[in-house]
């Protein structure tokens, strides 16, 4: 498989960083029952299309989604209902290059952090005062000055960020002891 990952600090939380280059399909197959909603993990897909198929006899229409830039999939409500149980599999799909970004609890000591996704499309502009963000994918310009991925952004003023390009990345509520 064409998997690579690469661990990043943000905000004393642990990152992770996965690149695949496709084409490239693996199965996750599952033991026992396990809820989607409730992974101990927050992944965002920055670069790419991953396409993510059930198995699982209950479900017609077996194609959950496809994974793009900006998607967080445990920010999907559609997500709260998938249980799978033993037996039940999903294939994932990666057509070209694939990235994603995930903060799980196994690289945490078991914790995870308050977060949420922050997606800023190219030519906007917003305010992110008091915030903490890690910047995964795209360049943004803060007060004048180009921040590029991968960057932690600790806001305790008043800064404006306009996007050059996409950008996606992950708001922290708090730094890790």
């Not at 800023?120 to 803060?142: M, P, Q, R, T």
């Amino acid at each position: 498989m064409s998997f690579r990952a690469k661990k990043f600090q943000a905000f004393g939380w642990v990152l992770q960083r996965t690149t695949i280059d496709g084409p490239e399909h693996y199965t996750v197959n599952y033991t026992e029952t396990h809820s989607l909603h409730e992974e101990a993990t927050l992944p965002l897909y920055t670069k790419g299309v991953i396409r993510m198929d059930l198995s699982k006899s209950a479900i017609v229409n077996p194609h959950i989604q496809s994974l793009i830039p900006g998607t967080c999939t445990l920010l999907q409500p559609e997500f709260a209902s998938y249980v799978l149980q033993a037996g039940d599999s999903i294939r994932f799909d990666v057509e070209d290059h694939a990235e994603f970004w995930t903060c799980c609890a196994s690289l945490n000591n078991n914790q995870m952090p308050k977060a949420e996704i922050f997606r800023l499309k190219s030519g906007e502009s917003v305010n992110i005062s008091g915030k903490k963000l890690f910047l995964c994918e795209g360049v943004l310009i803060a007060n004048g000055i180009l921040v590029q991925c991968p960057s932690e952004l600790d806001v305790s003023g008043s800064v404006n960020v306009t996007a050059n390009g996409d950008c996606y990345g992950i708001f922290f509520d708090y730094e890790r002891p």
